[in-house]
Nanobody, 128 residues
């Protein structure tokens, strides 16, 4: 099965940057559809961004568009989330998610129930 390990979270001031990493196990990582979600205390887990297996197609929530960038290095079995211009509202636990198959419907991309595998989460705190 797929194991996901996240790292890179921390405390930053508003306007700062962080880069999160998600290391995945498995020989077929290059086939995985990957995503990042986040969850603040008392709130629902929400979609942040996703990337196709080849890295050629990406999707972003409107709230992070222009500030966050998702990328992947299939040779390293790793997906990254570069977060710039961070805001206090970005404070949340960030989760890496994966599925071994690509989504068929567009709505599946943003649906947390689509993803089979999840990381443990890494905390991002942005101070004002």
């Amino acid at each position: 099965q797929v194991q996901l390990v996240e790292s890179g979270g921390g405390l930053v001031q508003a306007g700062g940057s962080l880069r999160l990493s998600c290391a995945a196990s498995g020989r077929t990582f290059s086939r995985y559809f990957m995503a990042w979600f986040r969850q603040a205390p008392g709130k629902e887990r929400e979609f942040v961004t996703a990337i196709s297996s080849s890295g050629g197609i990406t999707h972003y929530a409107d709230s992070v568009k222009g500030r966050f960038t998702i990328s992947r290095d299939n040779a390293k079995n790793t997906v990254y989330l570069q977060m710039n211009s961070l805001k206090p509202e970005d404070t949340a636990s960030y989760y890496c998610a994966a599925d071994t198959r690509p989504p068929v419907l567009r709505v599946e991309i943003r649906d947390l129930n689509f993803y089979t595998y999840w990381g443990q989460g890494t905390q991002v705190t942005v101070s004002s």
